[in-house]
């Protein structure tokens, strides 16, 4: 990763900090006076800046166009999930005060360019018409709709992923839930003939197997959806202190703890009924060993 | 009789517990060793993409904004520089702009990433599938191209038809005339995505197309370094040659993706291997209980003809290493399924180079997967262990013959 003096804007700090209190960016600068700008908190925090501190900034490593610059305050950069991992060393300034320091003194036109301009619609959903009428009406401009379509986000594919990785936990934790309802069926071998002897049905049986099944699968997933309730905070903390933002990287929904009960109840009762099957497939006093 | 004999009969005498708990192993091992593939999967397979071209040094305009690009000036002066490095053996100059391509037959325009490549280098940065290379074009001739394979398809062109590009995107804005270009080859661009649209010229047609000029500039400089002295030594010399530019061996580039993009897989991957082999240790270990629970009269009838304890803990020892050993051999082959199919989730990510693959098979995920079960069956016998040896011989008999 560049280092932020490596970045487009580099960074030098010409003036001692000061002890002055946040400034609005907006601020008109007195004449001759730096013009504000605002810094991101991992550049005030890294840089050991403070509000108020005087910065140069330059267009390039070796400062050939430099400007000064008053920082008036600082702000968290809006959390995003596709940035999650790149150290936020940024700037804002007022858009004529960075045109001023990069825009080529050869270009009569550089003055009055722009990279984007971002429009927000009355009606949202009539972004892709909006973009086929400005991009017929302006020549060399490129109109596109900020919002993805699912083949082109990445996190439709994070997701898929995800959900396929606990399909197959979901295999691997059934198969040992029947293991184990197997071994306990095995146990209670003897009392289940015995039952079954003194003429208890065998539809009793199987239900008090099916919620045996059910409960332990139920209570599996209530523990589950507990430990991820109880662990996301620490696992946000941690990767939000690793990769320093707000960004949440776990979250269980109500909506994820209704799934995961509702994956619990059928795994519950499948393994339920088969081990249920294993002791009534044969005679009672074949199971009792008799 | 040894602990492994009597471990071996216990499994064959409950054939449906052992069939399930190898099963259950088997399918969260598999997931184990999904994740170890994809710890470092990514990064194997980046490097290979890179070195996959035969240059092995990178020169750019600038760095650390990809999506600003810093064009090099006096282009091919730098080339010539560079390739008279004793350090060096092989220059490419690259440019790289978005443009419009319509195909042999009537249909809509298609956005086309067109490179332009120098002929002069010996190794071309593409793959043909179909046709040849580009030549030198010819005086009065149309100049050649070639074609993506997705951008082949889409605008149904093979080698020997011509197809029309033109500077700017397909809406139609650019003034610029659209210059007629013939097919010679159709090949596979090992950094652009499967469905990426792709064409390649000369760096004389590629000026061509953006309206004329003598512009001498390139996007990319690709070094191949002299096999004697290595990537290091080039890209130090290259370097040097001329200040302000952005000069990286594909070594240094696979590290930088190593601490910044592919982060997230690693812990991803550190995450559930590390969930994995915790949930495989727990139900092993709940499984060895709960049939030692079942066993006690057993156990307490091996230790009062004479089976020592440690003969106990070794048989209890074996069939935790029985369990997950065997399925964790059985998930080898379900964890090469499994990571194909996690493979082809995740390479649905949009613009993703279509030799990019994230579970990239080492021997030394083999090796991690074999210690890592090793351990896990150690430590899932560790307590059905203290509870066997630990058993009252006398009073345990007597409950079973009194119960």
């Known amino acids: 990763m560049a280092s932020w003096k490596e970045l487009l804007l580099a960074l030098a700090l010409v003036g001692p900090f000061t002890s002055a209190g946040p400034v609005a960016a907006a601020d008109a600068p007195q004449a001759g006076a730096p013009a504000d700008i605002l810094i991101s908190r991992q550049l005030m925090r890294d840089a050991h800046l403070g509000v108020g501190a005087v910065v140069v900034l330059a267009t390039d490593a070796e400062g050939t166009r430099t400007a000064r610059f008053r920082v008036a305050g600082v702000y968290e950069p809006v959390p995003d999930p596709m940035k999650f991992n790149v150290k936020r060393f940024e700037a804002r300034l007022h858009l004529p005060d960075l045109v001023a320091l990069t825009a080529d003194p050869g270009d009569p036109q550089a003055l009055e360019s722009v990279t984007a301009i971002n429009v927000a619609l009355v009606d949202p959903a009539a972004a892709a018409r909006v973009a086929a009428d400005v991009s017929r009406r302006s020549m060399g401009v490129t109109v596109r709709p900020v919002a993805r379509a699912r083949d082109d986000d990445p996190f439709a594919a994070l997701d898929g992923f995800h959900k396929a990785i606990a399909a197959v936990t979901v295999v691997g934790s059934t198969a040992f839930l029947l293991a184990l309802m197997v071994i306990r069926a095995e146990e209670r071998r003897e009392m289940v003939g015995m039952l079954r002897l003194v003429g208890v049905p065998s539809g009793s049986i199987v239900r008090a197997i099916l919620i045996e099944g059910l409960v332990v699968a139920v209570a599996g997933a209530a523990f589950g959806v507990a430990l991820g309730v109880a662990g996301q905070y620490g696992i946000n903390r941690f990767f939000q202190a690793r990769y320093d933002t707000p960004l949440l990287f776990v979250r269980v929904t109500a909506s994820i703890a209704i799934r995961c009960l509702a994956v619990a109840v059928p795994v519950g009762v499948l393994t339920g009924a088969v081990a249920s099957w294993t002791l009534l497939r044969r005679p009672p006093t074949e199971v009792m060993g008799r | ?403």
């Open chain 2, 1 to 403: 009789m040894s602990g492994f004999a009597l471990a071996r009969r216990t499994a064959v005498r409950y054939p449906a517990r052992t069939c399930l708990a190898v099963l259950g192993v088997a399918v969260i091992a598999a997931l184990n060793f999904d994740m170890l593939l994809l710890s470092r999967g990514l990064l194997l397979s980046f490097a290979d993409m890179l070195g996959g071209a035969g240059y092995d040094v990178r020169v750019m305009g600038g760095g650390g904004v990809p999506a600003i690009r810093f064009p090099i000036h006096d282009a091919a002066a730098l080339a010539d520089a560079i390739r008279r490095l004793p350090q060096v053996g092989d220059v490419a100059r690259v440019r790289l702009d978005q443009v419009s391509a319509a195909g042999p037959r009537s249909g809509p325009e298609q956005a086309v990433t067109l490179i332009g490549a120098s002929l002069d280098a010996a190794h071309p940065i593409w793959t043909i599938t179909a046709g040849r290379s580009l030549p030198v074009d010819e005086q009065g001739a149309p100049p050649s191209v070639v074609l993506g394979r997705s951008l082949a398809a889409a605008l149904g062109a093979e080698p020997g038809m011509l197809v029309r590009l033109r500077a700017g995107d397909r809406d139609g804005r650019s003034l610029l005339p659209a210059i007629a270009c013939r097919v010679v080859g159709v090949a596979d661009f090992s950094l652009e995505s499967a469905r990426a649209l792709t064409a390649a010229v000369s760096l004389d047609t590629f000026q061509a197309v953006q309206g004329g000029g003598a512009s001498d500039e390139a996007d990319l400089v690709l070094v191949a370094s002299a096999p004697e002295v290595g990537p290091d030594a080039a890209t130090a010399a290259v370097a040097r040659l001329r200040p302000g530019l952005h000069v990286y061996s594909n070594a240094a580039l696979v590290e930088q993706f190593n601490r910044n993009g592919f982060a997230y897989f690693r812990q991803m991957s550190l995450v559930l291997s590390t969930t994995t082999a915790t949930f495989t240790c727990l139900l092993v270990a709940v499984l060895l209980t709960v049939s030692v629970n079942q066993r006690l009269g057993q156990i307490a009838a091996l230790r009062a003809i004479g089976i020592s304890r440690q003969h106990v803990a070794a048989m209890l020892l074996w069939e935790s290493a029985l369990l997950v050993g065997v399925g964790g051999a059985v998930a080898l082959p379900i964890g090469g399924v499994l990571a194909r199919a996690l493979d082809d989730i995740l390479r649905r990510m949009p613009n993703l180079p279509e030799r990019l693959h994230f579970f990239v098979f080492e021997p030394r995920a083999v090796v991690l997967h074999a210690a890592l079960l090793a351990a896990t069956a150690v430590v899932a016998a560790a307590y059905p262990i203290w509870l066997a040896v630990r058993l009252p011989i006398a009073p345990t008999l007597r409950r079973e013959v009194v119960s």
